[in-house]
T-cell receptor, first 113, second 114 residues
Framework: GENVEQHPSTLSVQEGDSAVIKCTYSDSASNYFPWYKQELGKRPQLIIDIRSNVGEKKDQRIAVTLNKTAKHFSLHITETQPEDSAVYFCAASMGRGSYIPTFGRGTSLIVHP | GAVVSQHPSWVICKSGTSVKIECRSLDFQATTMFWYRQFPKQSLMLMATSNEGSKATYEQGVEKDKFLINHASLTLSTLTVTSAHPEDSSFYIC??????????FGQGTRLTVV
């Protein structure tokens, strides 16, 4: 089955700095890569996603890049703000009609004011 | 995005009793629902995948007789933790998906077994 590795497990930055979280996946059949943000005790929220036919996608301060050859994808957050502090999960899906995602272990992002 | 509602948000039960958690898709028909378990500071671990009208598919290591899943309609799936024990205490989250779209999560249920 699919295996998703996510790094780093914790990331501490100053407000205004950029943050990058990296994930690798094992199954070349995976074709959908969502990123979720989870605040303490709350549900994960989809923040951005990318499909395998696209190399990069951007939404305001958030961007995701995908390298299919190397089987890795990254989340980039620019101009970080304290409210960006949360746990971020990457996921990879084999797209078997129902997009069952395999999640990375998560990255705890702390943005210091 | 789509709305998935999960109830209850938290529950405390005595060891040996059973607890039922409901997951509803409010504004769409969910062909597939997923049940996850999340321990503190850990990732979401898929327990089972359920398709409406058929038996759930359980992940390796998940006891199907302990975690009963029913997906009787396109808008409702239930997870029943039978004969709960303290080690079953965890955060349980459901998600629902239409075919070929991303999954949307319920708000989660904090289960504490005493």
């Amino acid at each position: 089955g699919e295996n998703v590795e996510q790094h780093p497990s914790t990331l501490s930055v100053q407000e205004g700095d950029s943050a990058v979280i990296k994930c690798t996946y094992s199954d070349s059949a995976s074709n959908y890569f969502p990123w979720y943000k989870q605040e303490l005790g709350k549900r994960p929220q989809l923040i951005i996603d990318i499909r395998s036919n696209v190399g990069e996608k951007k939404d305001q301060r958030i961007a995701v890049t995908l390298n299919k050859t190397a089987k890795h994808f990254s989340l980039h957050i620019t101009e970080t703000q304290p409210e960006d502090s949360a746990v971020y999960f990457c996921a990879a899906s084999m797209g078997r009609g129902s997009y069952i995602p395999t999640f990375g272990r998560g990255t705890s992002l702390i943005v210091h004011p | 995005g789509a709305v998935v509602s999960q109830h209850p948000s938290w529950v405390i039960c005595k060891s040996g009793t059973s607890v039922k958690i409901e997951c509803r898709s409010l504004d769409f028909q969910a062909t597939t629902m997923f049940w996850y378990r999340q321990f503190p500071k850990q990732s979401l671990m898929l327990m089972a995948t359920s398709n409406e009208g058929s038996k759930a598919t359980y992940e390796q290591g998940v006891e199907k007789d302990k975690f009963l899943i029913n997906h009787a309609s396109l808008t409702l799936s239930t997870l029943t933790v039978t004969s709960a024990h303290p080690e079953d205490s965890s955060f349980y989250i459901c998600s629902a998906s239409q075919q070929n779209t991303e999954a949307f999560f319920g708000q989660g249920t904090r289960l504490t077994v005493v």
